[in-house]
């Protein structure tokens, strides 16, 4: 039928987090993103999908919300996130936005699992909220 409107662009910065993630974490999750970006099948994910030089008009119709590496590398920096959990939800739906366009089978989605297969090990990482700063703690 007709192409859908462009959704709203995140983050969202008249409703930013009261309690946003302590910085050791927001230090963790800014790193495993900028790991992310650097392999080899991040290229399509860096940026958010472009329907005019992808030439894909009813994108929008299928994706509700958009999501990429440069969106959430942005959420970490104005602190949009409250838990290492928000982060994982926004680059499970970047994964799921791109098997609902392409199909679960697509070339594209298997890049899409194997960069996710490497953000959920260095998520493996992520300290807990209430870490004790090494520093301080004893
Ligand atoms: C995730 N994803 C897609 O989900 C997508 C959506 C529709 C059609 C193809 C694809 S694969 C894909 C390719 C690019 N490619 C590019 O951005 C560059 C510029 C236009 C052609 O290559 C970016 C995103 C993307």
């Known amino acids: 039928s007709k192409p859908a409107p462009k959704p ?7 409703n930013l987090p009261e309690h946003p993630m302590p910085a050791h974490q927001k230090k963790h999750a800014a790193m495993t993103i900028k790991a992310v970006k650097r392999l080899k099948d991040a290229g399509p994910f860096l940026k958010p999908v472009d329907i005019v030089k992808l030439n894909i008009p009813f994108y ?20 949009a996130y409250e838990t ?25 989605s298997q890049m899409a ?17 209430d870490a004790p700063a090494e520093a301080t703690r004893r």
Do not use: W
């Open 8 to 14: 709203i662009v995140e983050p969202d910065m008249n």
């Open 60 to 79: 929008y119709n299928y994706v509700k919300r958009p999501m990429d590496l440069s969106t959430m590398e942005k959420k970490i920096q104005v602190d």
């Open 84 to 108: 290492p959990k928000q982060l994982t939800e926004d680059f499970n739906l970047m994964v799921n936005n791109c098997y609902a366009f392409n199909g679960k089978n697509s070339v594209i």
């Open 113 to 129: 699992r194997n960069i996710q297969a490497s953000f959920e090990k260095h998520m493996l990482h992520m300290p807990p909220k």
